[in-house]
C-alpha cells in the first residue's frame, strides 16, 4: 500500500475525536497510539501524528482541552452561537 500522508492522519484522527465526543476524552497520546497501530504498514509513526495533531489545532479543528490532564476535543459551540 502507499505511504500515509499527514493530511489522513489529520483526517483519521479527527474521526476518532468526533466519534468519541460526548463518551470520552482522548489524550494525544491515544490518538498516536491508535493510529501507529491502524496504519503502521502504511509508515505512519509519531512524528507524523505529532504533525497531524498540530494541524487540527492550527486549522481549529481540534482544540486541547485542560481537565487534570490534556485532551483533544471537537470545538465548544457557546449558546449563543447556536442561534
Do not use: W
Not at 468526533?18 to 503502521?40: N, S
Not at 504498514?41 to 504533525?51: L, N, V
Amino acid at each position: 500500500m502507499a505511504d500515509i500522508t499527514v493530511e489522513e492522519i489529520a483526517d483519521a484522527m479527527f474521526d476518532l475525536v468526533k466519534e468519541a465526543t460526548g463518551m470520552r476524552k482522548l489524550k494525544p497520546i491515544d490518538l498516536t497510539k491508535t493510529i501507529v497501530e491502524a496504519f503502521a504498514d502504511r509508515g505512519a509513526d509519531k512524528k507524523m501524528c505529532k504533525t497531524a495533531i498540530r494541524q487540527l489545532i492550527e486549522s481549529e479543528r481540534c482544540v486541547y482541552t485542560y481537565f487534570g490532564g490534556s485532551y483533544i476535543e471537537l470545538p465548544h459551540r457557546e449558546g449563543a452561537a447556536n442561534d
